[in-house]
Structure formats: structure tokens, C-alpha cells
């Protein structure tokens, strides 16, 4: 799968039997759908945190069907993201996965969950084939 915005082959991480798409490039990743609430520990899982087809239309296109994604923000003060309208997935910037963490995971776990997460991204980068 390419990074939506630098167009670069992505690397596959994992995180707790989690397949996180990671562009080595812009540092940012995608999720596919339901991977977040799973990432935020289920906290949410009742409650709809991304309105597939709400907020605006972005310039980037889904990795996974080339539709042109939209732009908006999760709630409470989570980042701005990137969401392809039919569901596929969720793209974040450098930094905007850790910032939904920190909205919205359960207070005890977030900081736990971002510092996996930049362990995962900064240091231990192991490239697997897609
Ligand atoms: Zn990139
Ligand atoms: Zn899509």
C-alpha cells in the first residue's frame, strides 16, 4: 500500500496483533477500519468517534479505493484526520495517532499507548514485505 501523501511504499508494524500501515518517509500511518477503537483499547467502542462522511473534502486519496478522503476532526480535542468516505480507513499525520490516544484512550493507559507507539515508529522500525 503507498503513503496517500508522499506516494512511497508503506511498511507493515504491528501493534498488539495490530497491522499498522507506517510511511517511513512522512511518518504518518493508516489504520483500517475498527483498528482505532481496538488502539484505543475499546474505550469507545459503543460510540461512534468518526463520522465516515462528515467534515470536508480533503486532496488526498484513500490507499485502499483511490477515493478522495475527508477531512475532520475527532471529538474532545482529538486530531484532524483523514477518512476515506466508505469506510476503509483512517490515514494520520506524523503525531495525530498519539494525539487521538491521548483524547481518547481510558486516562490510566494513553500514556502507556503513546509511548509503544513512538518506540514503534521511531526506533523500531523492522520493514516486513506487504
Ligand atoms: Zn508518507
Ligand atoms: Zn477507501
Not at 15 to 42: A, P, S
Not at 105 to 121: G, K, R
Request: glycine share 8%; hydrophobic share 35%.
Amino acid at each position: 500500500m503507498f503513503c496517500p501523501d508522499c506516494k512511497k511504499p508503506m511498511i507493515i508494524l504491528e501493534y498488539n496483533h495490530i497491522e499498522v500501515d507506517f510511511c517511513t518517509q512522512c511518518k504518518g500511518c493508516w489504520l483500517d477500519e475498527g483498528e482505532m477503537e481496538q488502539i484505543l483499547r475499546g474505550r469507545h467502542a459503543a460510540l461512534d468517534l468518526v463520522d465516515w462522511t462528515g467534515g470536508r473534502k480533503g486532496a488526498r486519496r484513500c490507499p485502499r479505493c483511490a477515493d478522495k478522503m475527508r477531512v475532520l476532526h475527532l471529538p474532545d480535542g482529538g486530531p484532524e484526520i483523514d477518512v476515506c468516505p466508505a469506510s476503509c480507513g483512517i490515514w494520520f499525520d506524523q503525531g495525530e495517532l498519539r494525539a487521538a490516544v491521548r483524547a481518547h484512550a481510558p486516562e490510566n493507559e494513553a500514556a502507556d499507548i503513546v509511548q509503544t507507539l513512538t518506540e514503534m515508529f521511531g526506533t523500531r522500525e523492522e520493514p516486513k514485505e506487504e
